[in-house]
């Protein structure tokens, strides 16, 4: 059951990557072309943000970030063997 949850976890995570990135086109912060295997959503309360993963990881450099959901597709499209 729970590698279900895990695999439809997943699946709903691409699927956000994939159409965050295919709406924004480019990367609000640095105009980079928008990937969505690069690309992080980060959600803060009811905000949702989109931006390619260097200006994430630049943006949280050094800070705490507690109570964010982060969805990373470097991760989610990075771990393909794992789940099989
Ligand atoms: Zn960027």
């Known amino acids: 059951m ?6 439809m976890q997943r699946t709903i995570n691409r699927n956000l990557l994939k159409y ?3 709406r924004s086109i480019f990367c609000g ?5 928008a990937d969505a295997r690069r690309w ?4 803060h309360n009811d905000d949702i943000l ?4 260097p200006c994430w990881d630049s943006l949280k450099k050094g800070r705490p970030t507690p109570g964010f959901e982060v969805v990373d597709g470097r991760e989610e499209f990075g771990r393909k063997k794992a789940a099989a």
Do not use: D, E, L, P
Request: hydrophobic share 40%.
């Open 29 to 33: 912060q640095c105009s980079a072309i």
């Open 2 to 7: 729970q590698r279900t949850i895990n695999y």
């Open 50 to 53: 989109g931006m390619c993963a």
């Open 40 to 43: 992080v959503v980060v959600s």
């Open 20 to 22: 965050s990135a295919g």
